[in-house]
């Protein structure tokens, strides 16, 4: 994956104005992104650039394509037979749909979260070490599985039944299983689609206060169908909405207290004012 | 139970906290604001001035905070009340700034006039009950204290005498008119005196509805009435 390795300027001429600083990095972007699932156009070119260390919160009404974008930031479109990705998506400024990419290694580093919580029916222990196990990790692996299970704040909760099984968990606590099971094989990005919306409010709370300590090592992009929580989570919110044709586009996008205080867009301002959608 | 909003609950704790560093901001300008008419020192009625011009832009800024922080963290029950709280501080700490500022500029268009003994310690006085009361509303806040903020109303009696009685002791000055320009300009200091006290009253109130969750106004006994 040398390939990915290169890290040349990123080019930040596509950021909408309000958008993020030159200062900050960007770790993924999309450049004229369009998706088709055979014939049907599912999204059309989408421009965004999700900087790095920060959160980043795709909303918008069910069917406008946020899903479909973010599966396309680590390939999983490709388990769709019928998916077609037309345009870039640029990590560490290399197309990872370029020739030449291995898409397993795109998804080594760029991890996912999905809605309902999928832990592995296996123990605790081996949920988080199954991952690096596959990768060949030759390391201490009690302390690469302590130190997963920490940084999802699970492991106070879990250290003394690590044998038993993921099932054994409460939803929320399943979905920090699966967090950390995410970490444990050292993404630099980790997607998460919807990751709250099968968790009562409590644990939606708890994994919303976590994102906050991930991103100080993990850039974050999260779909959200919860508008608040994209407001109280995110550091950047990108708006989608569909064009008549169905196909998704992204209306607006900016830091999130702009979008939430004075959106650009009067469609954005009537969605998350509640006036459609 | 462990604080599962806690960076929330950490950037209403800032912003409380760049309030109550306005507070005490306030509560010295109305020391220099007095001493620039007791004294009397232009030097000084142009730092209030300037020291204004600084609580007018920390108003903006704790405004877009809390604009955001609304926005984004749909605060409730005492974490709302909260905000409604810093809300209405912002402002009333704003408008204590400009009365300061209204009395550092009697202070500079009165230079060099003759002067009463009697007024300018009745002003020292106002100054002096004002400037406690900014201590003890703001205390009562920091320490959620609702028997401290009751007392404020109390506080503010002399005040509001004080300022009545200015009125009196401004016509005695009549029969000398090179007294009357600058004793009229003191009634304006005087009533800007009063002015701060009634709006630490405010923060009283706005530290029982904190507390309580019922807005109230004090009576001058500090019982309430519902508002």
Redesign the interface.
């Known amino acids: 994956m040398e390939m990915l390795e290169k890290d040349q300027e990123i080019d930040l001429t596509i950021l909408p104005p309000a958008s993020p600083a030159p200062a900050e990095r960007v770790a993924v972007q999309a450049r004229d992104l369009s998706v088709f699932y055979g014939a049907f156009q599912a999204v059309k070119d989408i421009d965004l650039a999700c900087v790095a260390n920060r959160i980043t919160a795709l909303i918008g009404p069910s069917g406008c394509g946020k899903s479909t974008v973010i599966r396309s930031f680590n390939r999983m479109n490709d388990l769709i037979p019928t998916a077609r990705v037309e345009g870039r998506i640029l990590f560490n400024e290399v197309d990872i749909y370029g020739p030449g990419v291995d898409p397993v290694e795109v998804r080594r580093r760029v991890g996912m979260v999905f809605q309902k919580p999928n832990p592995f029916p296996k123990s605790i222990y081996d949920n988080v070490a199954w991952g690096a196990k596959v990768n060949g990790f030759r390391g201490e692996m009690d302390t690469l599985v302590e130190g997963a299970l920490r940084q999802a704040v699970l492991w106070d909760e879990v250290k003394d039944k690590l044998k038993e099984s993921g099932y054994s968990l409460s939803g929320g606590q399943q979905q920090r299983l699966c967090i950390a099971r995410a970490i444990a094989v050292k993404p630099e990005i980790i997607l998460m689609d919807e990751p709250t919306s099968a968790l009562d409010p409590?644990a939606t709370?708890?994994i919303e206060?976590l994102l906050?300590d991930l991103k100080q090592r993990y850039t974050i992009i999260i779909v959200t169908h919860n508008m608040?929580q994209a407001?109280?989570a995110s550091d950047y919110t990108a708006f989608f909405n569909m064009n008549p044709e169905r196909a998704g586009y992204l209306v607006e996008y900016g830091r999130?207290?702009d979008i939430?205080?004075k959106p650009r867009e009067k469609t954005t301002e009537d969605y998350i004012t509640g006036r459609f959608g | 139970m462990t604080d599962?909003?806690?960076?929330?609950h950490q950037e209403l704790a800032d912003l409380e906290q760049t309030l109550l560093n306005v507070a005490d901001q306030a509560e010295q300008m109305v020391g220099m604001a007095v001493d620039a008419i007791c004294i009397p020192d232009m030097e000084l009625a142009a730092r209030v001035v300037a020291l204004d011009n600084q609580i007018d832009r920390i108003y903006l800024d704790v405004h877009n905070r809390w604009?955001?922080l609304m926005?984004?963290?749909?605060p409730m029950a005492s974490d709302l009340r909260m905000m409604s709280v810093l809300l209405h501080l912002n402002t009333t700490l704003e408008r204590m700034g400009d009365q300061c500022v209204n009395i550092a500029k009697m202070a500079q268009v009165t230079y060099g006039l003759p002067r009463s003994d009697r007024i300018i310690a009745q002003i020292r006085e106002m100054g002096d009950l004002v400037r406690q009361m900014i201590r003890t509303g703001v205390e009562a806040l920091v320490r959620r204290d609702i028997d401290e903020a009751r007392l404020l109303p109390a506080m503010d009696e002399p005040v509001d005498r004080l300022n009545r009685n200015m009125y009196r002791e401004v016509v005695e000055c009549g029969p000398d008119p090179s007294l009357l320009e600058w004793a009229t300009r003191m009634m304006m200091v005087s009533r800007a005196l009063e002015r701060i006290g009634d709006q630490v009253v405010d923060i009283a109130e706005q530290t029982a509805f904190l507390l309580t969750g019922e807005m109230m106004e004090f009576n001058e006994n500090g019982n309430s009435g519902t508002g």
């Open positions: 409590v709370l708890r206060e906050q608040q407001a109280r999130t207290e939430f205080t | 599962i909003r806690s960076h929330f604009l955001t926005a984004r963290q749909q």
